[in-house]
């Protein structure tokens, strides 16, 4: 079992900056990717950001130039600085991780719990 721990959220000004990083642990094999997604209310989630293993990334259109996905010091980690934050980055922002556990080598898809992040003057 796999479990992801998010922190960094908060209430910043429109324009602000934010850090949200998150560490994997559990029986871990391999990572393959991971990243961030989000979700608004009413609103289907959706990627914001993914980084692959060999440190391939993608972004959503509208977070390009202001938010960066890298990985962490920390081993199964991963942080997502967002600068030019915008009132419609408003939302629930939660981490994912894919890869294999172990001992017996299965593919897991694991989520964290979310953390909210608010842009309002």
């Known amino acids: 079992q796999v479990q992801l721990v998010e922190s960094g959220g908060g209430l910043v000004q429109p324009g602000g900056s934010l850090r949200l990083s998150c560490a994997a642990s559990?029986?871990?094999?391999?990572?393959?990717?991971m990243g961030w997604y989000r979700q608004a209310p009413g609103k289907q989630r959706e990627l914001v950001a993914r980084?692959?293993?060999?440190?391939?990334?993608n972004y959503a259109d509208s977070v390009k130039g202001r938010f960066t996905i890298s990985r962490g010091n920390a081993e199964n980690t991963v942080v997502l600085q967002m600068n030019g934050l915008k009132p419609e980055d408003t939302a629930v922002y939660y981490c994912?991780?894919?890869?294999?556990?172990?001992?017996?080598?299965?593919?897991?898809?694991?989520w964290g719990q979310g953390t909210q992040v608010t842009v309002s003057s």
């Open positions: 559990g029986r871990i094999f391999s990572i393959n990717g």
């Open positions: 980084i692959t293993s060999g440190g391939s990334t």
């Open positions: 994912n991780a894919v890869g294999y556990g172990e001992p017996v080598v299965s593919a897991f898809d694991s």
